[in-house]
C-alpha cells in the first residue's frame, strides 16, 4: 500500500491514492476503483459533490479487500445543512459502516460552522477522522480556536507550481497532514519543460515525477486517473527518488509567492 503517515487521531493515512474527482458515477468510476486497488491503491477519495459515491462503495465492495484495509475519504458539501446527517447519506451511497475521513470541502460560509456537525460525526460513529479542504492558513487558525476535536488533514490543490509552503508549514505546525489534490495540475503541469527534462533524466514519467515531488514533501497526495495504464503509472513511484537538485528546480516553478495565504487570495472559487 506504500508509505503511510500517522494523523492525529492515532490512525494511519497511506500517503498514495485515488482521487476520483471529475470521474464519472457508473462504469467509469467504478473501473477506476477497482483497477486502483488491484494495483495496490489503499486510499480512495471522494466527496458528496462528484455524485459518483455508489460507484466508489461498489467497487470497494467488490473488491474483496477487507474494509479496514482501505482508507476511505468522503467530503461534506458546504450547502448542505447538518454535516452530521449528510455524513450518515454519504454512508448509505458508499455502503459502508464508517469513513475514515470526513472533509468539509471548501470553507463556504466560513471557517467554522459547519465543525459542530463534522464533530458529531465523530461522537456518532461515522467517521474515525475529519479535517478540511481549501482552507487558508487563517481559517485554520480560526477553527483550531474553536475546535474540541482538532483537524487532522486539510487538503488543497499543491504541486510545483502551487507550493503554497507557507501553508505546508501552518499545516505541518498544528499537527495537520497537508494533502495534494490535482498534483498534476488537472494535467496543466505534464508538458513542462523542467518536470520533462526531469522525467527524462530519472527515466520517469513527468507524471511520476510530480506525484514524487510531493511524496517527497511528506504531502499526501491524490492523483486522478481513469486510464488502468496511469492508474498503474502514478503508483510506480515507491521505487525510486528525486534528488536535491531536482527537488530544487521543482520548487522553484512555485507561482504562489511562498506565503501563507496566498491561497485565500487566489483560489476563492467557491464564492
Ligand atoms: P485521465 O483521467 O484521462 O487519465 P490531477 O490529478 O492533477 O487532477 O490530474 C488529472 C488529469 O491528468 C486528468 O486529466 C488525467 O487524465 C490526467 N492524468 C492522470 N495521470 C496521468 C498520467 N500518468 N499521464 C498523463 N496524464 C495523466
Given at each position: 500500500a506504500g508509505p503511510t503517515r500517522t494523523l492525529s487521531n492515532g490512525a494511519e493515512i497511506p500517503l498514495l491514492g485515488l482521487g476520483v474527482w471529475q470521474v464519472r458515477d457508473g462504469r467509469e468510476c467504478e473501473q477506476a476503483v477497482t483497477w486502483a486497488l488491484e494495483k495496490g491503491y489503499r486510499l480512495i477519495d471522494t466527496a458528496?459533490?462528484?455524485?459518483?459515491?455508489?460507484?466508489?462503495?461498489?467497487?470497494?465492495?467488490?473488491?474483496?479487500?477487507?474494509?479496514?484495509?482501505?482508507?476511505?475519504?468522503t467530503k461534506f458539501y458546504p450547502g448542505g445543512k447538518d454535516a452530521r446527517v449528510e455524513a450518515e447519506k454519504s454512508l448509505a451511497r458508499l455502503g459502508t459502516e464508517y469513513l475514515d475521513l470526513y472533509l468539509i470541502h471548501w470553507p463556504q460560509g466560513g471557517p467554522t460552522w459547519a465543525w459542530p456537525g463534522m464533530e458529531a460525526a465523530v461522537e456518532a460513529g461515522l467517521t474515525k477522522a475529519i479535517g478540511i479542504s481549501n482552507f487558508s492558513a487563517s481559517?485554520?487558525?480560526?477553527?483550531?480556536?474553536?475546535?474540541?476535536?482538532?483537524?487532522?488533514?486539510?487538503?488543497?490543490?499543491?504541486?510545483?507550481?502551487?507550493?503554497?509552503?507557507?501553508?505546508?508549514?501552518?499545516?505541518?505546525?498544528?499537527?495537520?497532514?497537508?494533502?495534494?489534490?490535482?498534483?498534476?495540475?488537472?494535467?496543466?503541469?505534464?508538458?513542462?519543460?523542467?518536470?520533462?527534462?526531469?522525467?527524462?533524466?530519472?527515466?520517469?514519467?513527468?507524471?511520476?515525477?510530480?506525484?514524487?515531488?510531493?511524496?517527497?514533501?511528506?504531502?499526501?497526495v491524490i492523483p486522478k486517473s481513469t486510464h488502468h495504464d496511469r492508474i498503474d503509472q502514478n503508483f510506480d513511484v515507491l521505487d525510486f527518488e528525486l534528488?536535491?537538485?531536482?527537488?530544487?528546480?521543482?520548487?522553484?516553478?512555485?507561482?504562489?509567492?511562498?506565503?501563507?495565504?496566498a491561497l485565500s487570495r487566489n483560489q476563492k472559487w467557491w464564492s
Amino acid at each position: 500500500a506504500g508509505p503511510t503517515r500517522t494523523l492525529s487521531n492515532g490512525a494511519e493515512i497511506p500517503l498514495l491514492g485515488l482521487g476520483v474527482w471529475q470521474v464519472r458515477d457508473g462504469r467509469e468510476c467504478e473501473q477506476a476503483v477497482t483497477w486502483a486497488l488491484e494495483k495496490g491503491y489503499r486510499l480512495i477519495d471522494t466527496a458528496q459533490a462528484y455524485r459518483n459515491e455508489t460507484s466508489v462503495g461498489r467497487a470497494i465492495a467488490s473488491s474483496g479487500i477487507p474494509r479496514e484495509e482501505i482508507f476511505l475519504t468522503t467530503k461534506f458539501y458546504p450547502g448542505g445543512k447538518d454535516a452530521r446527517v449528510e455524513a450518515e447519506k454519504s454512508l448509505a451511497r458508499l455502503g459502508t459502516e464508517y469513513l475514515d475521513l470526513y472533509l468539509i470541502h471548501w470553507p463556504q460560509g466560513g471557517p467554522t460552522w459547519a465543525w459542530p456537525g463534522m464533530e458529531a460525526a465523530v461522537e456518532a460513529g461515522l467517521t474515525k477522522a475529519i479535517g478540511i479542504s481549501n482552507f487558508s492558513a487563517s481559517e485554520l487558525q480560526e477553527l483550531s480556536k474553536v475546535s474540541q476535536i482538532q483537524p487532522a488533514v486539510n487538503q488543497i490543490q499543491f504541486s510545483p507550481f502551487e507550493y503554497r509552503r507557507g501553508l505546508v508549514d501552518a499545516c505541518e505546525d498544528a499537527n495537520v497532514l497537508a494533502q495534494a489534490y490535482s498534483p498534476l495540475g488537472t494535467g496543466r503541469h505534464l508538458g513542462d519543460p523542467v518536470v520533462a527534462r526531469i522525467a527524462s533524466a530519472t527515466d520517469r514519467t513527468p507524471a511520476q515525477v510530480l506525484i514524487r515531488w510531493a511524496l517527497q514533501k511528506r504531502l499526501s497526495v491524490i492523483p486522478k486517473s481513469t486510464h488502468h495504464d496511469r492508474i498503474d503509472q502514478n503508483f510506480d513511484v515507491l521505487d525510486f527518488e528525486l534528488d536535491d537538485e531536482s527537488m530544487a528546480a521543482l520548487d522553484a516553478l512555485d507561482t504562489t509567492n511562498q506565503t501563507a495565504d496566498a491561497l485565500s487570495r487566489n483560489q476563492k472559487w467557491w464564492s
